[in-house]
């Protein structure tokens, strides 16, 4: 699946940014830490395409700086608002992500990891996924900046291990030298990559513009 994040302000800038994104996406991701303001209640209602509620902290690369609580109360806010799915980062503490847990209603819930000034060894990278997957989530996300080629391998290779497990995943490398893993694992069979809806609208940087994407993955399956 092609995921295409929301970044606004607030919502009119939201609504009218998504009325272009739904007919190129499967998903879209609205980013409330980048909002001034917004109604996650009101984006949820207007939506077409199933909706992907993130709240990113600034520990994890975003431009979040609520406090634990705060932070839960967005997430649970879109739980009970009718959200596809909720992102809740494995940073949280315990007691705020059971919460989030023990209310999920029809919710999926995405576990999420994000190392955003390097990629760990083998090793680490195999001991996140299995921190993710211990979770009562429904998927495990692991992103990690690459700044080599082989940073993308490490992390490209938690897909089949996944797949063998029967859990679905997100993981691929953000930066410049991570774009490749953007596609690859759509390749591989990743839960969803995350595209933006044109230059400029990245919400993290590697992000490949959809149409772009889906012309890149157009040629390598043909």
Same mark, same amino acid.
């Given at each position: 699946?092609?995921?295409?994040? =929301?970044?606004?302000?607030?919502?009119?800038?939201?609504?009218?940014?998504?009325?272009?994104?739904?007919?190129?996406?499967?998903?879209?991701?609205?980013?409330?830490?980048?909002?001034?303001?917004?109604?996650?209640?009101?984006? =949820?209602?207007?939506?077409?395409?199933?909706?992907?509620?993130?709240?990113?902290?600034?520990?994890?690369?975003?431009?979040?700086?609520?406090?634990?609580?705060?932070?839960?109360?967005?997430?649970?806010?879109?739980?009970?608002?009718?959200?596809?799915?909720?992102?809740?980062?494995?940073?949280?503490?315990?007691?705020?992500?059971?919460? =989030?847990?023990?209310?999920?209603?029809?919710?999926?819930?995405?576990?999420?990891?994000?190392?955003?000034?390097?990629?760990?060894?083998?090793?680490?990278?195999?001991?996140?996924?299995?921190?993710?997957?211990?979770?009562?989530?429904?998927?495990?996300? =692991?992103?990690?900046?690459?700044?080599?080629?082989?940073?993308?391998?490490?992390?490209?290779?938690?897909?089949?291990?996944?797949?063998?497990?029967?859990?679905?995943?997100?993981?691929?490398?953000?930066?410049?030298?991570?774009?490749?893993?953007?596609? &690859?694992?759509?390749?591989?069979?990743?839960?969803?990559?995350?595209?933006?809806?044109?230059?400029?609208?990245?919400?993290?940087?590697?992000?490949?513009?959809?149409?772009?994407?889906?012309?890149? &993955?157009?040629?390598?399956?043909?």
């Amino acid at each position: 699946m092609f995921c295409i994040p =929301i970044v606004s302000r607030d919502n009119a800038e939201a609504l009218r940014k998504m009325v272009v994104a739904e007919p190129l996406a499967d998903m879209l991701e609205i980013r409330l830490d980048v909002m001034e303001t917004f109604d996650v209640g009101e984006i =949820i209602k207007a939506a077409s395409r199933p909706i992907l509620v993130t709240y990113r902290s600034k520990r994890e690369g975003g431009n979040g700086g609520a406090d634990p609580e705060t932070h839960a109360n967005y997430i649970l806010t879109a739980i009970q608002k009718g959200a596809d799915l909720v992102d809740v980062e494995l940073s949280l503490p315990r007691r705020w992500r059971k919460k =989030i847990f023990d209310a999920r209603g029809g919710s999926e819930i995405i576990t999420s990891v994000h190392r955003n000034d390097a990629t760990p060894s083998r090793q680490d990278l195999k001991r996140i996924f299995r921190d993710c997957a211990g979770a009562p989530s429904d998927i495990v996300k =692991i992103v990690t900046r690459a700044e080599t080629w082989e940073d993308n391998l490490r992390v490209l290779e938690l897909i089949p291990v996944a797949h063998d497990r029967g859990i679905k995943i997100i993981a691929f490398c953000m930066g410049p030298v991570g774009r490749i893993s953007r596609i &690859v694992s759509h390749l591989m069979g990743a839960y969803l990559t995350f595209a933006s809806l044109e230059g400029g609208e990245e919400s993290a940087e590697g992000q490949i513009p959809i149409k772009q994407m889906k012309k890149i &993955v157009d040629i390598l399956k043909a």
